[in-house]
């Protein structure tokens, strides 16, 4: 799925007596998404986890602002060759999305949609049916997309999308003692980034996240996964020079070590933003304490 594989790259558990779906606190939201996705080895390139409610409520206070949360983190939103209503979708409808994977991404809309709607546009824009065991999807061979529409939740990916089989095997990410501790350093956010090392990494894994308590009120905590309290400590040096080193561009940042419950050796960053820095940045443009954490 070449189109989505750029667009994608351009875009960018449980207790005893508590099953994952009902976990609550600091990162629970974001560990439901994990939750929902499974995978047998290895863990997928990347994940992105967005409240789409918060999200749009934002982007009505300050579109510019909040620009980065338009397309909801899905890539299918950024083609160029989109048409004009969007294969009926609409951002509005939808509470949270999840989108998988950099190379060949998929993922799905939680929300509440006019399915019989979508499924006019697909059919005018040349799609047709295919029947899986999960039920019908909207394929188009042109595009290599393809979707199935239900009233409370929209799958998408490309023309080999079969959710019966994404969605049953392997075991989900968020019985990885790592992708729990990443999810509470989190906390509460409006949108969350995976991204999952080579194997052999330093850093197998870090996550960004975004908060926001009001629209002019934000900042973003960078979370990371080290394979070892020695690079753990390495990591925190690099971290507070880039801080240092950038002291307008990261006015305010604390830098810390992880502390996961699960384990895990880590370190954690949470950047406030100043009224003329936009959300997101961390993600596009100001990637310092990203790239400092790949080049350990």
Do not use: K
């Amino acid at each position: 799925m070449p189109a989505l594989a750029v667009a994608c790259a351009v875009a960018v558990v449980g207790a005893a007596g508590c099953t994952l779906t009902e976990r609550a606190g600091p990162g629970g939201d974001v560990l439901n998404a994990l939750d929902e996705v499974r995978y047998e080895s290895p863990p997928p390139t990347g994940l992105t986890y967005v409240d789409a409610t918060r999200a749009n409520e934002l982007r009505t206070e300050d579109a510019d602002r909040f620009a980065f949360v338009a397309g909801l983190g899905t890539p299918l939103l950024n083609l160029r060759d989109l048409p004009a209503e969007r294969y009926g979708l609409v951002p509005e409808d939808a509470e949270t999305t999840v989108t998988v994977d950099f190379g060949a991404p998929f993922g799905h809309w939680d929300g509440a949609f006019d399915a019989a709607a979508i499924v006019g546009e697909l059919e005018a824009d040349g799609f047709t049916e295919r029947e899986t065991d999960a039920g019908t999807v909207w394929i188009n061979h042109d595009r290599g997309l393809g979707l199935m529409v239900e009233e409370d939740r929209i799958r998408w990916g490309d023309e080999q999308l079969d959710p019966a089989r994404t969605e049953s095997s392997g075991e989900p990410l968020a019985a990885r003692d790592t992708y729990r501790d990443l999810a509470a350093c989190l906390g509460d956010v409006y949108r969350a980034d995976f991204v999952q090392a080579s194997e052999g990494a330093a850093v197998p894994v870090y996550a960004v996240g975004h908060r926001a308590e009001a629209a002019d009120e934000t900042s973003t905590v960078l979370c990371a996964v080290t394979e070892d309290d020695a690079t753990e400590e390495a990591a925190l040096e690099r971290l507070r020079e880039e801080v240092e080193r950038a002291t307008t561009r990261y006015a305010g940042a604390e830098v810390s070590a992880l502390d996961g419950e699960g384990g895990s050796a880590g370190v954690r960053v949470t950047v406030p933003d100043r009224p003329e820095q936009r959300p997101g940045r961390l993600l596009a443009g100001d990637t310092d304490l990203t790239d400092a954490l790949r080049e350990l």
